[in-house]
């Protein structure tokens, strides 16, 4: 496979000595097949069901699929200010370019801790309720 940027040759290689990837060695962008974009994810926060969507506001590029040849497209990723590439007409993955990968473990991580906030919030909210409802109880009686 060729890079979709540069045109180099892909080589594989393990990110972070856990996903397999396709990475490019002229511009460092990389590869992800499609399960691979969660999995980079999943090192940082592997909720799924707080993620949000992935894609948003997709357009054409010029770019191909290094698996078949098709246009990638671009979309803005989970409503975050990074926009991505990726195989629309056959799902065969993504393309990152050089660093967006951290900046998607950034995203991920800032996501975690605030829905650990929201949690810890609402469990807060929860107990100062029940105590002011038993409060209340006693009051009445």
């Known amino acids: 496979m060729n890079c979709p940027k540069c045109n180099a040759e892909l080589a594989k290689?393990?990110?972070k000595g856990m996903i397999e990837v396709d990475s490019c060695p002229n511009c460092r962008g990389m590869w992800l097949d499609s399960p691979e974009l969660d999995k980079l994810e999943d090192m940082v926060f592997d909720d799924d069901a707080y993620k949000g969507s992935l894609v948003h506001f997709q357009s054409k590029t010029s770019y191909l699929c290094p698996?078949?040849?098709t246009g990638l497209d671009e979309f803005q990723y989970r409503?975050?200010?990074?926009?991505?590439?990726?195989?629309?007409?056959?799902?065969?993955?993504?393309?990152?370019?050089a660093g967006e990968d951290e900046r998607v473990m950034d995203f991920m991580h800032q996501r975690a801790e605030s829905i650990q906030r929201k949690v810890d919030v609402e469990a807060s909210w929860k107990q100062m309720l029940k105590e002011m409802h038993l409060f209340l109880q006693k009051r009445n009686k």
């Open 67 to 69: 698996h078949c040849g």
């Open 79 to 97: 409503l975050y200010d990074l926009k991505l590439d990726y195989c629309a007409a056959n799902d065969h993955g993504f393309w990152l370019d």
């Open 13 to 15: 290689k393990y990110y």
